[in-house]
């Protein structure tokens, strides 16, 4: 059993279990093998956590379709960078075992940093956003609430609310004129009465006079007298007023009607603006309110939040680093040594192959050429004996003119003419 689990931890970790032939070799493969297994659930969990911030903590069903997909892409990459091993396939039949591995490749490691750091904010991020979720809502309702102040100090709410404050100003404005005007017809009243109490007072000898009685002319009906006129003016102000009630009664049921129109799309129009100040309060709005934490008391939020942050990225880069440390090790070097051997007989072969191929075409060349210069031997006795049968057929057709004119002597009956191998005409019986 423990047999078969280190092998397994062996091909987590992309080695070759042929070639871990020492005991530290084998506790370091199956160390990087136990960290490639942990890093592939915290990646699973993180990249599902994440899923699930950037919905809203809606927890779709699809979180857990995404976090494996990332935890294998991250995986596949450590594997790639544990398994592999930079052998150096310079000078090949050098024995030298500084000539067995190349310098490693900084740009591999550096990546898988990057990597590792990116990754460890993408999962800090959730978590530490469901850590601070009170100070983080706290903070939310603080700029949710200039969010909408500064909503309702611009834009349709800013011209609803003057319009209706302008109308409160004309029915004030009006109100205060009738107030105006009964008052000074109140005014007139208590002065009327204040007036009728000194002539009653003047009557019963108690006034200014000292006489009783109110005789025409006297004191005492001046009192009265102005006293009835101050009623009479009392009377025609109430008048007024009421008049000027009855003429602004429809102004001011046009006026109402308005302002409830108005109080109707300010609530609207400040529902939408709740609505669209509160919608704000996703992944982003929460990221930047955790930031604000930080920056405002490093030295708790934000301490705590690099320390996780860095905690993760240790534990991300633990296989590589592991890795790295451990350049050059057995296994390594057993791996180079076989890999160079391989090389090396292949390119003995592919040597071998090539010099064959050369001997091959350069013997065929040479039968080629022997070839075209035989047939071309063969071509000018053709044509040597094309021209020597062309002259003996030219000397055989031809006659002579001058034999012409003295006609040869008969010939014997019987008699026949040949043509000898050279060519000459012989004539036989």
């Not at 080695?15 to 032939?21: A, E, I, Y």
């Not at 609430?145 to 404005?173: I, K, N, W």
């Not at 008391?297 to 942050?309: E, H, I, P, Q, R």
Request: charged share 25%; hydrophobic share 45%.
């Amino acid at each position: 059993m423990r047999t078969g689990l280190g092998h397994l931890l062996l091909r987590v970790a992309n080695v070759n279990p042929r070639s871990v032939t020492t005991h530290s070799d084998r506790v370091l493969y199956r160390s990087i093998g136990v960290f490639i297994l942990l890093y592939f659930v915290y990646a699973t969990v993180g990249g599902a956590a994440f899923i699930d911030a950037s919905t809203g903590y809606a927890h779709p069903w699809y979180q857990w379709l995404v976090g494996p997909l990332v935890g294998i892409g991250v995986v596949a990459y450590d594997r790639a960078v544990v398994g592999r091993v930079a052998v150096n396939f310079e000078r090949l039949d050098s024995t030298d075992p500084r000539h067995l591995l190349r310098p490693p490749t900084a740009g591999l490691y550096l990546g898988r940093l990057g990597l590792a750091l990116l990754f460890a904010v993408v999962v800090t991020e959730p978590l530490m956003l469901s850590r601070y979720q009170g100070e983080i809502d706290a903070r939310l309702a603080q700029v949710h609430g200039s969010q909408l102040s500064e909503l309702d100090a611009g834009g349709p709410v800013a011209g609803y609310t003057a319009r209706l404050a302008a109308l409160r100003e004309d029915t004030a404005r009006e109100d205060s004129e009738v107030r105006a005007l009964t008052g000074a017809a109140a005014g007139k009243r208590a002065d009327a009465r204040l007036l009728y109490r000194q002539a009653l007072a003047d009557s019963a000898g108690r006034g200014v006079t000292g006489r009783s009685g109110c005789p025409r002319g006297g004191y005492c009906h001046q009192l009265v007298q102005r006293s009835r006129a101050l009623d009479d003016q009392a009377v025609a102000l109430d008048r007024q007023a009421a008049a000027l009630q009855r003429d602004l009664r429809a102004v001011r049921a046009a006026r109402a009607a308005e302002q409830a129109g108005l109080t109707e799309r300010i609530t609207a129009e400040h529902a939408a603006n709740v609505a669209v100040v509160r919608a704000d309060a996703g992944f982003g709005a929460r990221t930047a309110a955790m930031w604000h934490l930080i920056k405002a008391d490093f030295w708790g939020v934000g301490l705590f939040y690099f320390g996780v942050a860095l905690l993760l990225v240790a534990l991300d880069c633990a296989a590589i680093g592991l890795k790295f440390a451990s350049r050059g090790n057995a296994y390594e070097r057993s791996e180079a040594r076989a890999a160079r051997l391989r090389e090396h007989e292949a390119s003995l072969i592919h040597e071998r192959e090539v010099h064959d191929a050369r001997t091959y075409g350069d013997v065929t060349a040479k039968v080629i050429a022997d070839g075209i210069e035989a047939a071309s031997h063969d071509d000018g006795l053709v044509r040597a004996a094309t021209e020597h049968a062309r002259a003996v057929l030219h000397t055989a057709v031809v006659v002579d003119p001058a034999t012409i004119e003295s006609p040869a002597p008969r010939r014997r009956a019987g008699a026949l003419s040949s043509v000898n191998e050279d060519g000459e005409r012989r004539v036989s019986a």
